[in-house]
């Protein structure tokens, strides 16, 4: 693939928890319909990584823009409004209400009702699922579909840029792989995603480029065919 | 048309009830012993769906009621028996002036969570009783009296109509539906996109300001007030009603509050006890249904629907919202 213009831009990123130093400087470019993976063992910094640029979590200093805006200290709020999506860690779901309003939770920031009413339908058909449980208590939902119901929900505030936070966690092999299918078909309909996981080879196959991150450094970056190539990632995430 | 038939049907059992009861106290069906306790239930309702609306259904643990209560109460008390002012304005000015130090004591506080909220508005809640004894032109600690008499059953019966609506109305909303959301998860709000310190604060503003609209009326039914009236038991009789409603239930709260009034009127005579069988209501209620009597649910005439369709051997157009 070409050049891509860059529609998210991280200058130079620090987080520090209380005394903990826990991004230490990140570059990162995410290009307009990019898939881009960040991977990395636990406690690398991935996470954090995603809830600075959704706003979740003050930076201490650098520089985070989005199409070309300083989003920096934007609140998380308003970052969402301007077509920035998490799918957070654990999914969170909004477990005591019904998959429809969860849904319908997700286009809060809308006032379009006929575009959300077209989006509604839009998840339906992708994850058919979440059709026949629509009115079932989302607590009640299994692993799977919680999942699907959080990237569902996410959808429905017609994000330009998807931000998912270990999708594949707690998840059978196979949904694993239905759950990741499902991040490349949204890709193709022209959302832009970031991605974090554990499950570097999974990553890895999707992503167009990925970023291996360790203790808060980016220590390697490249086309995700290369770096799943890569000795030292081979060795230490591939388990080869 | 279902939904303006229903609202039809509900306005007029309303009417009924309106009058009937009107008709009881003019021809003195319902005495004076009654009629109190028939306005104590209505102060108690707004106050426990108020409450409601901040713990339930938003999810945050406050104990301040009885100090917004208080706030309320004088505030509307100096407006009328201090000032001459009319008892509409008292009302306004009641319900601000509770707002109002909602918004005061809701900022700072509304960044804690559960039992820090909780200790945090049970402190305003005493800081307020106190403040308020030591002041000489609300009458310190022997209190405010002379506070004209202006409540009777129309007033009482419109209050908490209009209460009733509003908290409804506002759970209804995308507002309320946001302030729920806080309260599943408030992460998971922030990243759809709602601001959950503006909503944690607005739905205690609004029940705050209830809670002063309570203490108008609570002042110009009794025509005295004293600081002690707003202690912490006040406001723990308003979260006995919740609880046993159901936190999350506005038709809980109703049920509960004219449960627990009623109850305490016939307790009334063994006041020694009445907190000891409160106490064991709270248990039992623990024990056996934890989520309150109605749980999130609420009585609406889909029952009667529902009834409707068993009576009628059809099934009923299945609502899936």
């Known amino acids: 693939m070409g050049r891509v213009e860059a529609l998210l831009n991280l200058e130079d990123v620090n987080v520090h928890y209380g005394a903990i130093w826990a991004l230490k400087g990140i570059n990162l470019t995410v290009g307009e319909g990019e898939i881009v993976s960040l991977i990395g063992a636990n406690g690398a910094g991935k996470s954090t990584t995603l809830r600075a640029i959704s706003g979740v979590i003050k930076t201490s200093s650098g520089r985070i823009s989005y199409q070309g805006e300083d ?31 969860n849904l319908e939770l997700g286009a809060y920031i809308r006032r379009d009702a006929k575009g959300i009413k077209q989006d509604m339908e839009m998840v339906l058909d992708r994850f058919p699922r979440l059709r026949e449980r629509i009115s079932q208590i989302a607590g009640t939902l299994s692993g799977g579909e919680q999942q699907m119901l959080a990237i569902g929900r996410a959808l429905m505030t017609r994000p330009k840029l998807m ?6 966690m707690g998840l059978a092999p196979l949904l694993v792989k239905e759950i990741f299918s499902i991040i490349q078909e949204i890709n193709q309909d022209g959302t832009t995603i970031l991605l974090v996981e554990q499950n570097a080879r999974m990553a890895l196959q999707i992503a167009h480029r990925a970023y291996v991150l360790e203790t808060g450094r980016i220590v390697l970056e490249g086309s995700a065919q290369k770096l799943a190539s890569h000795e030292d990632v081979k060795k230490a995430y591939l388990g080869g | 048309m ?48 108020s409450l409601n609306l901040i713990n339930g259904f938003t999810g945050e643990f406050s104990l301040g009621h009885a100090g917004f209560m208080a706030v309320g109460a004088y505030s509307g008390a100096i407006i009328t028996a201090n000032l001459g002012l009319p008892f509409p304005l008292a009302v306004i000015v ?3 002036a509770a707002g109002l130090t909602g918004v005061l004591v809701g900022l700072p506080t509304l960044r804690l969570r559960g039992d820090y909220l909780a200790i945090a508005t049970l402190g305003f809640g005493e800081i307020v009783r106190v403040v308020l004894m030591n002041i000489d032109y609300v009458g310190g600690a022997s209190g405010l009296r002379d506070i004209p008499f202006v409540v009777n059953w129309p007033i009482i019966f419109f209050s908490v109509v209009l209460s009733l609506l509003l908290i409804r109305n506002f759970i209804c909303s995308s507002h309320g539906r946001a302030c729920l959301s806080v ?18 604060v ?14 108008v009326l609570y002042a ?46 016939f307790l009334q005579s063994i006041p020694e006890l009445r907190m000891v069988i409160y106490a064991l209501l709270l248990i039992i209620s623990a024990v056996f249904r934890p989520q309150g009597l109605l749980g999130e649910k609420e009585v609406s005439l889909k029952i009667l629907q529902k009834l409707g369709g068993v009576f009628n051997g059809a099934v009923g157009s299945k609502q899936t919202h």
């Open chain 1, 71 to 101: 989003i920096t200290k934007t609140p998380a709020h308003d970052i969402v409004k301007k077509g920035i999506a998490q799918v957070p860690e654990g999914r969170r779901i909004f477990a005591n209400l019904t998959v429809m309003e």
């Open chain 1, 163 to 168: 931000l998912l936070d270990e999708p594949s």
């Open chain 2, 2 to 49: 279902k939904k303006y038939l229903s609202t039809l049907i509900i306005c007029l059992v309303l009417a009924v009830f309106f009058v009937v009861v009107q008709l009881g106290i003019n021809n003195g069906f319902i005495t004076g012993y009654w009629v109190t306790n028939l306005y104590l239930v209505g102060i108690n309702v707004i106050l426990a769906s």
């Open chain 2, 94 to 96: 009641g319900m601000l």
């Open chain 2, 183 to 200: 309260r599943e998860n408030d992460l998971a709000a922030e990243m759809m996109g709602i601001n959950i310190t503006y909503y944690k």
């Open chain 2, 202 to 215: 607005l739905a205690f503003v609004i029940g705050a300001a209830l809670a002063g609209l309570a203490g």
């Open chain 2, 220 to 265: 110009h039914y009794y025509t005295v007030l004293q600081p002690r009236d707003f202690s912490f038991m006040l406001t723990f009789d308003v979260l006995v009603m919740v609880m046993v409603g159901g936190l999350g239930s506005l038709t809980g709260s109703v049920v509960g509050a004219v449960l627990i009034t009623v109850a305490s009127a």
